[in-house]
């Protein structure tokens, strides 16, 4: 299974960036996605979450500025970020609870990252 993050890169203070996370592999079942980030200096923080069900939870740091959403059809995770700012700036990561099939038995429960997408707020 692979994550494949895209979309960061340098915006403006008060801008707009949407990242994408496509998953792909031998996926049984998505439960959860999630966008983490991590600042230079700081450990990696739950930005937003998003379950099968379709509800999700965004940190009170991006509540109203971000939002996440998903496209179960294509295993795609989205984050809309809009009104950046300079503390917004890190590595964001995408995030899978899932299970993937194998040639042996059931599918095997797991969680995958992305690469990483590096986002850069200017003031």
């Known amino acids: 299974v692979q994550l494949q993050a895209s979309g960061g890169g340098l915006v403006q203070a008060g801008g707009s960036l949407r990242l994408s996370c496509a998953a792909s592999?031998?996926?049984?079942?998505?439960?959860?996605m999630a966008w983490y980030r991590q600042a230079p200096g700081k450990e990696r923080e739950l930005v937003a979450e998003?379950?099968?069900?379709?509800?999700?939870n965004h940190a009170d740091s991006v509540r109203g500025r971000f939002t996440i959403s998903r496209n179960s059809a294509k295993d795609t995770l989205y984050l809309q970020m809009n009104s950046l700012n300079v503390e917004d700036t890190a590595v964001y990561y995408c995030?899978?609870?899932?299970?993937?099939?194998?040639?042996?038995?059931?599918?095997?429960?797991?969680?995958?990252w992305g690469q990483g997408t590096k986002v850069t707020v200017s003031s």
């Open positions: 592999g031998r996926i049984s079942v998505i439960n959860a």
């Open positions: 998003i379950h099968s069900a379709g509800n999700t």
């Open positions: 995030s899978a609870e899932l299970a993937y099939n194998t040639d042996y038995g059931a599918p095997v429960r797991a969680r995958s």
